[in-house]
């Protein structure tokens, strides 16, 4: 009863649609004032004593209200609507949006932090320095084989899972087993496997190496055997996630196919390569993708066990970018760096799900 | 002193003590007479005083005992501030909450003065891998939120270069009796085109650990003594093939660098340890740059030199086989205390690690000194080498000050209450507390040397005399390799780390690329951050 007699589900005024529009527009006009002339402050062209954003931000937010209100106002239920909508869109705005744009700014800008001229526009000398830097694409080549390793790793998965879906003596406690990598820190990971047990001196996996027989076990000194090792912590952590991905399709898979199957007289291998592996593809292309994306941030392990090294051999791009940004304060081309690295990540995801896509309509 | 080390010693003493009470009646009559000695004079100063809170080996100190110390320390403070004086006043202090200690410690040392001088002092607490980032971002953005900072020299570019420093009243200077200084922290360090800006609490160099049952009559070397120069290494390692550690029954290896340089900046010092004794000329104080042009002088046969002995050693496969993956951290703690390695260079604590640390094995067999030198020196005016002995220990980081920033300025009073903060903090009685117990500082005075008063407070004399008698040899030695204090100074390090790495990973034909690299990557900064102002800002950091 409340909501029929408001006048916000009635007719709207001519009086309150202009009033609502009029609030739109002069919080709009402050909004834009105020952030000109913070920018104008900023450039050092208008000096108004203003030391930080804080008033462009404080007008944002008020343009933001006015707008919800004002909204109400000239629309009616129409704009109450909107204003469940609006708030979001408004975050995302200031926190994705906004962030990204000037992400981009700072891209083509000659920044470090210590220069005393601060920031400064150089065009396309950030790309053309990336283009020409050997070991970003060094760390490019890095990714690719870490990101081919992603492979292997849905194997090790895939197999996890199935085991854990078959009908085997305590398999709740074997799921919580296997998904305690999981939960743990991927630092925590780097010191206790990467530090300590595959230390060369006191590290058990030394000992046992040497108890084998292998004289010098040294593992991230050789560039592919450091590789393979960082893979492995990465693997050691992240497979759980896919497994329980592809776990969660295996429960959810209907009986019915596979006891078919069984009475057709497949073998286990059949069942599993004709009929199960089908159809878990959509469920495997799911957690293959998110697992590549996680992929594609490796960072932590690198930078806690190897910096990088063996002179650059286990460098990630995220580790690369890392010691741009934070040991050298080279705040331009290390958001260039992360910028492309951004752009390549959504082109090979995008044509990567194309791909499967059309793979996937071709199978069905 | 640092947490790790004091709780070592506090160890080793308790377990020393525990014998001595089997010992004979003389012996127990001799102790006796020289505690009851010390006490008395203990008694007599504020310093006695306050080296026994809580006392050697008689657990961490707490908060309870900070506020004591703080309280006994305050006579310089009320000799120039009146009771009450900044009643209303508000500072901000930004520093490290490393091992709870640092901001903890001033957090306690500071009540007695907040309750006496009636100023309140508000905290910004940084753990040290976010102290760096939180300082360059509020000084790049023009954000600076504190009045009083814990700060590294090596900022001092980034913060008095910039002009956000406030400089230090002369009276401060008395009240912190700054004469007391080792040589290498008076000016220039501390200073800006003559102006004064820091009040240290700490101070920090490298110094040279080896193992002395490796040399002399029936040593696994077979030398006489350890080399002095750093020619004469890769003899030792050479020596030491095939040989097994006396103490581990492992390979035997000769000296240790750290051949996973890449820290952050920091293990350029490592580099720099074997390249000062060649580039830094005592007639010259500049030897990373050339001070008129910022030309980087990282690429001259000095420094050239000292990364073909490197990669020599390398060549030879001198080093243990897990060394290119070993950062300075491995290659001093699970390294050299655990038994692998002849020598290193480090910061003070690793020798007293040596013999207090449970996972050492050195404990008996280690000595130190300052730093290897060379046979010859580059001298960068002349181009040429000389053939000339050469001894320049590297005064890596310099160690920690307070300073206070320009933001209190232009409020007498809140500028005066932010000096007399700081300069209660870097008094020279409560320096010797910080130096002898946990507070992540080392001595930085000469008083800080008396070793009677050490021995007063319960300490072993052996052990202190061993533990700072090479960092004080370093500190005041006339030829120490300072470091350049300009913005950035540790983008240089830190992308010298990667191309050293990648020189030695064979990424470059030799040395001299290598040493090329850096340089070019260092022009790039140095034109990046703004070259005039950098050659100004250098010179003024070398007081030129």
């Not at chain 1, 592996?277 to 992929?295: E, G």
């Not at chain 2, 947490?3 to 010693?9: F, G, K, T, V």
């Not at chain 2, 102006?195 to 077979?222: E, L, M, Q, V, W």
């Not at chain 2, 933001?407 to 507390?433: M, N, P, Q, T």
Request: aromatic share 12%; charged share 20%; net charge neutral.
């Amino acid at each position: 009863m409340a909501l029929t007699e408001s006048p916000s589900y009635g007719a709207i005024s001519r009086r309150r649609k202009d009033g609502g529009r009029a609030l739109i527009a002069a919080a709009s006009v402050l909004f834009l004032a105020v952030g000109l002339l913070q920018a104008l402050n900023s450039a050092g062209i208008l000096p108004l004593g203003l030391k930080d954003w804080r008033p462009t931000l404080y007008a944002y937010l008020l343009w933001a209200v006015a707008l919800g209100v004002g909204m109400v106002m000239a629309r009616g239920e129409a704009g109450l609507k909107a204003l469940f909508i609006l708030p979001a869109a408004l975050f995302t705005v200031a926190m994705a949006i906004f962030p990204t744009l000037f992400g981009l700014s700072i891209a083509f800008t000659d920044w470090n932090l210590a220069s005393l001229t601060g920031q400064k526009f150089n065009g396309f000398d950030n790309l053309v320095q990336l283009v020409r830097d050997p070991f970003y694409w060094n760390a490019m080549r890095n990714m690719v084989i870490y990101v081919l390793f992603v492979l292997v790793e849905y194997a090790v998965a895939f197999g996890l899972a199935l085991l854990l879906n078959a009908e085997i003596r305590a398999r709740k406690f074997w799921r919580v087993v296997f998904l305690i990598p999981l939960m743990l820190s991927p630092v925590a990971v780097s010191w206790m496997v990467g530090k300590s047990m595959l230390e060369y001196r006191f590290g058990p996996v030394a000992r046992f190496a040497r108890w084998l027989g292998f004289n010098n076990p040294s593992f991230f000194t050789d560039p592919w055997v450091a590789r393979l090792w960082i893979e492995a912590m990465d693997a050691w952590v992240s497979i759980p996630f896919v497994m329980i991905l592809l776990l969660a399709g295996l429960q959810a898979m209907p009986k019915e196919v596979i006891e078919a199957a069984k009475v057709d007289g497949a073998s286990p291998w059949q069942r599993f390569w004709q009929v199960i592996f089908p159809l878990m593809l959509p469920v495997s292309i799911t957690a293959i993708v998110l697992r590549i994306i996680f992929k594609l941030k490796l960072a932590d392990i690198i930078i806690t066990v190897t910096s990088g090294g063996p002179g650059g051999a286990t460098d990630s791009v995220s580790s690369f970018i890392y010691r741009e940004y934070r040991d050298r304060s080279n705040v331009g081309y290390g958001t260039m760096l992360a910028m492309f690295y951004l752009v390549l990540i959504v082109i090979f995801i995008t044509l990567l799900l194309k791909f499967l896509r059309r793979h996937m309509q071709r199978m069905t | 002193m640092k947490l790790e080390l004091y709780n070592r010693i506090a160890a080793i003493q308790a377990s020393r003590r525990s014998f001595m009470k089997g010992a004979a009646a003389l012996a127990a009559g001799t102790a006796l007479s020289s505690t009851f000695a010390g006490r008395a004079f203990a008694q007599d100063s504020v310093r006695a005083q306050i080296l026994q809170i809580p006392g050697v080996g008689k657990g961490s100190p707490t908060d309870a005992d900070w506020q004591k110390v703080g309280e006994l320390c305050l006579a310089a403070t009320k000799a120039n501030v009146a009771e009450g004086e900044f009643a209303g006043v508000e500072l901000t202090f930004m520093g490290l909450n490393n091992q709870n200690l640092h901001n903890f410690l001033f957090r306690g040392f500071l009540k007695p003065w907040e309750a006496y001088t009636g100023a309140k002092i508000n905290w910004i607490d940084l753990a040290q891998a976010d102290y760096n980032p939180r300082l360059q971002q509020s000084i790049a953005t023009g954000t600076v939120d504190f009045d009083i900072v814990e700060m590294g020299a090596p900022f001092e570019g980034d913060t008095a270069g910039k002009g956000l420093l406030d400089e230090m009243p002369d009276w401060v200077a008395t009240q912190i009796e700054a004469d007391d200084l080792v040589n290498y922290l008076k000016a220039p360090v501390g200073t800006w085109d003559g102006k004064t800006y820091r009040i240290n609490i700490d101070g920090d160099c490298h110094t040279f650990a080896y193992r002395k049952d490796y040399f002399g009559d029936g040593s696994i070397s077979g030398m006489a003594d350890v080399p002095t120069h750093w020619e004469d290494f890769p003899a030792l390692a050479t020596a030491l093939t095939g040989k097994n550690d006396p103490i581990t029954g492992t390979p035997a290896y000769g000296f240790i660098d750290p051949l996973k340089y890449q820290w952050g900046g920091f293990g350029f010092y490592f580099l720099e340890d074997r390249a000062a004794a060649y580039a830094k000329h005592p007639d010259d104080p500049a030897w990373l740059f050339d001070p008129d042009t910022m030309k980087p002088r990282v690429n001259n046969p000095a420094w050239v030199q000292a990364i073909q002995d490197v990669l020599d050693l390398v060549k030879a496969n001198a080093y243990p086989p897990d060394q290119l993956n070993a950062d300075p951290n491995a290659t001093a703690f699970s390294q050299f205390l655990g038994g692998t390695g002849a020598a290193l260079t480090w910061w003070g604590d690793v020798g007293s690690n040596a013999r207090t640390s449970d996972t050492s094995v050195v404990g008996d067999v280690v000595g130190f000194s300052i730093n290897p030198g060379a046979k010859k020196v580059y001298n960068s005016k002349t181009s040429a080498w000389e053939e000339k002995e050469n001894f320049a220990p590297n005064m890596a980081y310099i160690g920690w000050g307070v300073y206070v920033t320009s933001r209190v300025s232009g409020d007498e009073k809140k500028r005066k209450a932010a000096w007399s903060a700081a300069a209660h903090l870097g008094g020279k009685d409560i320096s010797l507390w910080t130096a002898a117990y946990p507070s992540g500082f080392q001595p930085y005075r000469n008083s800080h040397f008396q070793y009677d008063e050490w021995v007063a407070a319960g300490y072993d004399r052996a052990f202190v005399e061993d533990y700072l008698g090479s960092n004080l040899d370093s500190y005041n030695h006339p030829n120490a390799a300072i470091e350049p204090r300009i913005p950035g100074i540790f983008q240089y390090y830190s992308i010298a780390e990667d191309e050293l790495v990648k020189g030695i990973n064979g990424q470059y034909a030799g040395a001299q690329e290598t040493a090329d690299a850096i340089a070019a990557a260092w022009e790039k900064i140095t034109d990046q951050i703004g070259r005039d102002n950098q050659i100004k800002l250098y010179k003024a950091s070398l007081g030129m």
